[in-house]
């Protein structure tokens, strides 16, 4: 168990520009989640995956975004057109094989953007 | 609708003082999930304690224990001799009983043990 892992830890980007966050979640873990933290709020959900299938959007999960889990592995998340707004911790978190919502979650790091 | 509650944003303890951290928590489910997570100064979340809505007994694990009390809609937790390594972000959250729904967060305590 090496843990989930999210590269990189911090992008600084301009307005406008793309951006695209890598998770790779624990080997044997099957779902797979997304959600965005704010300066001092909790962890929004955004998305989540069971294995390569996307099960779930939430509505901040506004067109400019969009997560891909091929093979049901690592996952990215992209962030088109930057926006100000945009600038968050972006977490990425995984369960069991035999997971729902209310298994435990394990997080990664999480990749800090910064918008400018 | 889901909603948590942590009403203290900043909690300030001397070392081995014990410290209560506060979730209160609203649903319309008659049965549920509660959590804890640490969120430590490396930004990791670490999960804490999952407790189910039928089961009320207090619970203790070395210096942490957990106080759910359905009456209140409460899932308090309190630190015991708090110590430096004890300081982060504490977040309380709750999911529907199938885990159908994804977890609902409050917006956290900090918690600053000082020496």
């Known amino acids: 168990d090496t843990g989930v892992s999210q590269n990189p830890r911090h992008k600084i980007t301009k307005r406008g520009q793309n951006v695209t966050f890598r998770c790779d979640p624990i080997?044997?873990?099957?779902?797979l989640y997304w959600y965005r933290q704010t300066l001092g709020q909790g962890p929004e959900f955004l998305t989540y995956?069971?294995?390569?299938?996307?099960?779930?959007k939430s509505r901040l999960l506004s067109d400019r975004f969009s997560a891909e889990r091929p093979k049901g592995s690592f996952s990215t998340l992209e962030i088109q057109r930057t926006e100000q707004g945009d600038s968050a911790m972006y977490l990425c978190?995984?369960?069991?094989?035999?997971?729902?919502?209310?298994?435990?979650?394990?997080f990664g790091n999480g990749t800090r953007l910064t918008v400018t | 609708a889901q909603k948590v509650t942590q009403a203290q944003t900043e909690i300030s303890v001397v070392e081995k003082e014990d410290v209560t951290l506060d979730c209160v928590y609203e649903?319309?489910?008659?049965?549920?999930?509660l959590f804890w997570y640490k969120q430590p100064p490396s930004g990791e979340l670490v999960f804490l304690i999952r407790?189910?809505?039928?089961?009320?007994q207090n619970e203790i694990s070395g210096r942490y224990s957990w106080n759910f009390q359905k009456s209140t809609s409460s899932f308090n937790f309190t630190i015991t001799a708090s110590q430096v390594v004890d300081s982060a972000v504490y977040f309380c959250?709750?999911?529907?009983?199938?885990?159908?729904?994804?977890?609902?967060f409050g917006k956290g305590t900090r918690l600053s043990v000082i020496a």
């Open positions: 649903t319309r489910d008659t049965t549920y999930y």
């Open positions: 959250a709750l999911s529907d009983y199938s885990g159908n729904t994804p977890l609902v």
């Open positions: 080997s044997e873990h099957n779902r």
């Open positions: 978190a995984s369960s069991p094989r035999t997971g729902s919502y209310n298994s435990p979650l394990h």
């Open positions: 995956f069971q294995n390569e299938a996307q099960l779930e």
């Open positions: 407790r189910n809505s039928f089961d009320e």
